[in-house]
């Protein structure tokens, strides 16, 4: 199954991958790849155009400059992780009505607090409350809040009987973590909502604790894509059931792409990677069709002399050990080389971090070699805070830095 679709279902609807395709034709920095490419009718003729990245559709978009046909036009945040912003556009509404149609998590007599961040571009907060409205629930616009904010806040959603709250989840982790920190409890809690982020296990931990009768509600997207497929709390987190007008396909190497289907989609969005790898399978759920299972970043592996650290690996290992709330891996470079490798914890006083190190570094392939004349450059260190990106309020598995 390379397809989320079978052909009956998604080839009537390529002329949209066609009308994208003359789209991009007309992109002066793309037109000689998609020159002597022919309009696809066929799911095996739109697997053999070239597949579109990150930076080719921010190229693409800065010379379309597309615009919605009845209402206004949205800027947000697409891609880059530093520098200025670059741009993908969406109409009033973000494409939710469609999410809303196979997935409702929220209903009337939900109290919903959206704790995506609003404002600097960020578009999630925009379309949780798209999904929102679509629900008639109570909403409750929060945003993203400072340290010294979360128990005023926590006292807030006790007293209004919170029964929903969505946000990445990173940020996720903070309210649970301050509340159960606090010893206090969200019992009318029944829902989370994330996106953004994949799934972060521990926060199962925290939800017990503060919440028992909350479970997870996952959608899967990007600026570029918007929502892709959502799940539920029967689905494991990280197995999505794609939309009808969301065309993923998988190529042999498991990387993913995605292709519209939706004719208001302003992005052209035509076998466009995110860096996903996945598989297309059935979702033990049993709800029937396929769904996407995702199965992380192949971004994931920094590259340490030479060497692939799979970045993801490091951290679920650290995870494991009782005790660590959160890891990240800071990667030090020199020249164009790495330096150091450092593993930042959030963790408990009482781990143990020189025997942890020892573990890992004996255990890791990468660091073991690549480090073998200088292995006090692999450090664990336990930090107050993870490195985050200010602009996205996203924290990757790794950071990489330069330093002169
Ligand atoms: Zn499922």
Same mark, same amino acid.
């Given at each position: 199954m390379t397809f989320s679709l079978d052909p009956e279902a998604?080839?009537?609807?390529?002329q949209v991958a066609a009308r994208n395709? &003359?789209?991009? =034709?007309?992109?002066? &920095?793309?037109? %000689?790849?998609?020159?002597?490419? &022919?309009?696809?009718?066929?799911?095996? &003729?739109?697997?053999?155009?070239?597949?579109?990245?990150? /930076?080719?559709?921010?190229?693409?978009?800065?010379?379309?400059?597309?615009? !919605?046909?009845?209402s206004a036009t949205w800027l947000f945040q697409s891609g880059g992780s530093t520098g200025a912003p670059k741009v993908g556009y969406a109409p009033t509404g973000f494409y939710m009505a469609g999410v809303h149609a196979h997935w409702q998590p929220l209903d009337r007599t939900d109290v919903f607090v959206n704790a995506w961040g609003a404002g600097r571009m960020w578009g999630a907060h925009f379309l949780a409350a798209a999904l929102a409205d679509l629900s008639g629930c109570q909403i409750i616009a929060l945003g993203s809040v400072t340290q010294e904010e979360y128990p005023d806040w926590l006292a807030?959603?006790?007293?209004?009987?919170?029964?929903?709250?969505?946000?990445?989840?990173?940020?996720?982790?903070l309210w649970f973590g301050h509340a159960?920190?606090?010893?206090?409890?969200?019992?009318?809690?029944r829902k989370v909502l994330w996106l953004g982020e994949a799934w972060q296990p521990q926060l199962a931990d925290d939800m017990a604790e503060v919440a028992p009768q909350a479970e997870r509600w996952g959608m899967f997207g990007s600026t570029e894509t918007w929502v892709v497929g959502t799940n539920t709390p029967d689905c494991p987190a990280d197995t999505f059931h794609t939309l009808p007008e969301q065309l993923v396909h !998988?190529?042999?190497?498991?990387?993913?792409?995605? #292709?519209?289907?939706?004719?208001?989609?302003?992005?052209?969005?035509? =076998?466009?990677? #995110?860096? /996903? %790898?996945?598989e297309l399978t059935a979702c033990p759920c049993g709800l029937p069709g396929r769904a996407m299972r995702v199965l992380g970043r192949r971004d994931s592996v920094v590259q340490v002399r030479g060497l692939g650290l799979h970045v993801d690996e490091l951290v679920a290992r650290a995870e494991r050990e009782p005790g660590?709330?959160?890891?990240?891996?800071?990667?030090?470079?020199?020249?164009?080389?790495?330096?150091?490798?450092?593993l930042l914890l959030l963790?408990?006083?009482?781990? /143990?971090? %020189?025997?942890?190190?020892?573990?890992l570094f004996a255990a890791t392939f990468t660091l073991a070699t690549a480090f073998q004349h200088d292995p006090d450059s692999f450090r664990v260190r336990a930090v107050d805070a993870l490195i985050s990106n200010g602009r996205t309020g996203k924290t990757a598995n790794s950071v990489v830095r330069e330093v002169e």
């Open positions: 998604a080839e009537p609807l390529l395709l &003359e789209r991009l =034709r007309s992109v002066p &920095e793309l037109g %000689a790849r998609y020159a002597d490419v &022919e309009a696809p009718r066929t799911l095996a &003729e739109l697997a053999a155009l070239p597949p579109l990245v990150k /930076d080719e559709l921010n190229t693409a978009l800065a010379h379309l400059r597309p615009a !919605a046909a009845d807030f959603f006790a007293d209004r009987r919170v029964t929903a709250i969505g946000g990445t989840p990173s940020v996720l982790r159960r920190a606090a010893g206090l409890k969200l019992p009318a809690l !998988a190529d042999a190497d498991q990387l993913l792409d995605f #292709t519209t289907l939706n004719p208001a989609m302003l992005n052209p969005v035509l =076998r466009y990677r #995110t860096g /996903d %790898a996945g660590v709330r959160q890891a990240q891996v800071l990667v030090t470079q020199q020249g164009g080389r790495a330096a150091s490798v450092e963790a408990d006083p009482a781990v /143990d971090l %020189a025997g942890l190190r020892r573990e």
